[in-house]
């Protein structure tokens, strides 16, 4: 079984890094993207398991990002885990609406996190 592919979308680099050394270790390939148009054009590319998305971007926030995956990945059904620093009780929702399967607040438990992937992995 080949390991599963997570593209992380997040523009601070620390916790760019962070976050894939935690998925590395737990068993899954990561591609890493800045932006949202960065974040595009690698889900174009590499054609990923699962997107954990940051909202607050450059050159294009989550939402927008939500919005053009759902073109990008029309014939496949990827799932989103957005990991934000952003008000959960105004973006929770929101997010879920745009598409998301979770919602998680930054920082992230690593169990909690790990667990939210797995089971949209699933």
Do not use: C, H, W
């Amino acid at each position: 079984m080949s390991k599963k592919k997570i593209l992380i979308v997040e523009d601070d680099a620390d916790v760019m890094r962070g976050l894939m050394i935690r998925l590395r270790a737990n068993g899954y390939d990561t591609v890493a993207a800045g932006d949202g148009y960065a974040a595009t054009k690698s889900a174009k590319d590499e054609q990923p398991d699962l997107v954990l998305l940051d909202l607050g971007l450059p050159a294009g926030d989550g939402y927008i990002v939500m919005e053009r995956l759902k073109t990008i990945l029309s014939n496949v059904s990827t799932p989103v885990v957005v990991l934000s620093a952003k008000d959960p009780r105004s973006n929770k929702k929101r997010a879920l609406e745009a598409g998301a399967v979770a919602f998680l607040q930054k920082p992230a438990d690593n169990d909690e996190l790990m667990a939210t992937i797995r089971k949209a992995l699933e």
